[in-house]
């Protein structure tokens, strides 16, 4: 089974409806992360939780918002989803500690937003 | 503020010969850094990490080298395959305590047989 997963892989929406996006992560690790890539951009990060109580804004953090369920749950919510919010998200995972940060990633969700 | 540059978005080889990737920084000094893969449509995989103190590092046909003087770091594959066909990512840790990893935009390496 996977460390990370992503529910759901492919989700089509249209404009103005609220989704979120879910990952779950086995490896227990405390960090987390959402990153959104669109081609030629390269990976955005969104948020990032370096553990259950904190939540810290990326660098394109409006339009969305995140909850942490859990240590092993982050999830990420559009509210209310708009066209140039298409594009693949990554949730990644790390630990602290080592000293390194270095990121475990999900299999991606393709989103498109009609 | 921080900036992360891989010099080429794209780079075409033969298989058989080395490809050599370029990640270049500037406005900070990491204390580390780190190179990922990434097959289409797929989430990032780590392949090696190496730190402000080390020249050099290899993992079986990879080599990286990092040259703080220049800001910069240097991937290589030596003997590429087809199958070493992939965007390659690197990252530095945060300027500051508490923030994440910076990625840069990639280089997609393809290797023709």
């Known amino acids: 089974d996977a460390d990370v997963t992503q529910t759901p892989r492919n989700r089509i929406t249209k404009t103005g409806k609220r989704i979120m996006l879910e990952c779950s992560q086995t490896?227990?690790?405390?960090?987390m992360y959402w990153y959104r890539q669109d081609p030629g951009l390269g990976l955005q990060l969104i948020y990032y939780?370096?553990?259950?109580?904190?939540?810290n804004k990326g660098e394109i953090s409006d339009g969305y918002s995140v909850s942490r369920q859990a240590q092993a749950k982050f999830s990420l919510s559009l509210e209310s989803a708009i066209p140039n919010q298409t594009a693949l998200y990554f949730c990644?995972?790390?630990?602290?500690?080592?000293?390194?940060?270095?990121?475990?990633f999900g299999p991606g969700t393709r989103l498109t937003v009609l | 503020s921080q900036k992360i540059e891989q010099n080429s978005e794209a780079l075409n080889i033969q298989e058989g010969k080395t490809a050599t990737l370029t990640c270049n920084y500037t406005?900070?000094?990491?204390?580390?850094l780190q190179w990922y893969r990434q097959d289409p449509g797929r989430g990032p995989v780590f392949l090696l990490l190496?730190?402000?103190?080390?020249k050099e590092k290899r993992k079986e046909r990879l080599k990286v080298t990092f040259d703080t003087t220049l800001k910069q770091s240097l991937f290589h594959i030596t003997a590429s395959q087809p199958a070493d066909s992939a965007t390659y990512l690197c990252?530095?840790?945060?300027?500051?305590?508490?923030?994440?990893?910076?990625f840069g935009k990639g280089t997609t390496l393809s290797v023709s047989s």
């Open positions: 406005n900070y000094s990491p204390a580390y």
């Open positions: 990252a530095l840790d945060g300027p500051q305590a508490g923030t994440a990893l910076i």
């Open positions: 990644a995972t790390s630990v602290s500690g080592s000293g390194t940060d270095t990121q475990y």
């Open positions: 490896k227990g690790h405390d960090r």
């Open positions: 939780s370096f553990d259950v109580k904190d939540i």
């Open positions: 190496i730190r402000e103190n080390e």
